[in-house]
DNA sequence: TATAAATATTCGGTTTTACCTAACTATTTA
DNA sequence: TAAATAGTTAGGTAAAACCGAATATTTATA
């Protein structure tokens, strides 16, 4: 086994790729299957991480015009994904966010990580067991700890 | 600590579940910045987990028409994602596989997985690495011998 | 050998979306 | 009131996905 913490980092690394190697990614085409556009897909990942956003914000993330934002959009709120509304402090600013189906949308890829994770476990004995959950709760303390607590990305 | 294998496993998705949550998703939008479509990623993924394929099953698990995975993939090979061959037993055949920019470019999406791990691994102690280790060690083990040793997804 | 079947491409045409600029409306600020 | 800000709408272009029908090319069969 290693020594110092950078080699164990890399071998982790390398551990972890291969393991995402092995598993094959069935589950994202089925993400992909339903009948939505990369830019629509680019603005959903946006609200997720960015939580609800004005247009102009969403335009300038996706680097297009701002009447090109409105239409992509437009196209999600046709499709339930998003709801748009008016800012009440300022009635010209227009607030977009994830609509409940679009929160399952994107949380499915999250979702789909975690079907993968129990292939990944299936199979282990109860020794082993105790020993990933030890490491995934160490795992969480600590990227909770580097996030400042508040997990989940902050979608109000 | 739980006892019994069910409830750990219970508990384990349940905690890397929301260590998915608590790491933003920023490198996947980063990826879907190429100019490439839905359809041209469904098919990349295809090629992806399946190998090398001919046009009339990749047209067959997209569920189009063979014109139109014809044009899908003329579109992939144009921008140098997926090349195109005959097939030497039977000439009317034509194979398509991922160039190495294609397997690049889907690798891509496990590799912002291993860069999400970096961000995991920040800031552990040497103890905390070492046992970290162990598990992705055993991990590996254990889905390696579930899919049969090779790991990798067989593209040729 | 002649014919049929299988595989893929090309062609014509429709629809959808993304994208831009310019003009417009509504709201806030100076 | 005038100017600035935030979005939308309109008009137009380009690309891509989709289909069915027609067309090679190659292989299988009668």
């Known amino acids: 086994?290693?020594?110092?913490?950078?080699?164990?980092?890399?071998y982790i690394l390398e551990t972890s790729g291969n393991i995402y190697g092995a598993l094959n990614p069935t589950i994202r085409l089925e993400l992909l299957s339903s009948d939505i556009t990369v830019a629509q897909l680019r603005a959903l990942l946006i609200l997720h991480t960015?939580?609800?956003?004005?247009?102009?914000?969403?335009?300038?993330?996706?680097?297009?015009?701002?009447?090109?934002?409105?239409?992509?959009?437009?196209?999600l709120v046709r499709k339930e994904l998003v709801v748009r509304e008016a800012d009440p402090h300022d009635r010209r600013l227009v607030i977009c966010k994830l609509s409940p189906a679009g929160q399952e949308l994107i949380g499915g890829l999250w979702r789909s990580g975690e079907f993968q994770m129990e292939r990944?476990?299936?199979?282990?004995?109860?020794?082993?067991?105790k020993k990933a959950a030890e490491v995934a709760e160490?795992?969480?303390?600590?990227?909770?700890?580097?996030?400042?607590?508040a997990a989940g990305g902050g979608v109000e």
Chains 1, 2 share one sequence.
């Open 1 to 10: 086994m290693k020594q110092n913490k950078e080699a164990l980092v890399q």
């Open 50 to 75: 960015g939580g609800p956003s004005r247009m102009s914000s969403i335009a300038s993330v996706l680097d297009v015009a701002l009447s090109t934002a409105t239409g992509i959009v437009e196209n």
């Open 120 to 129: 990944l476990l299936d199979g282990l004995t109860l020794e082993q067991l």
């Open 138 to 149: 160490m795992l969480l303390d600590n990227v909770s700890r580097n996030t400042g607590g």
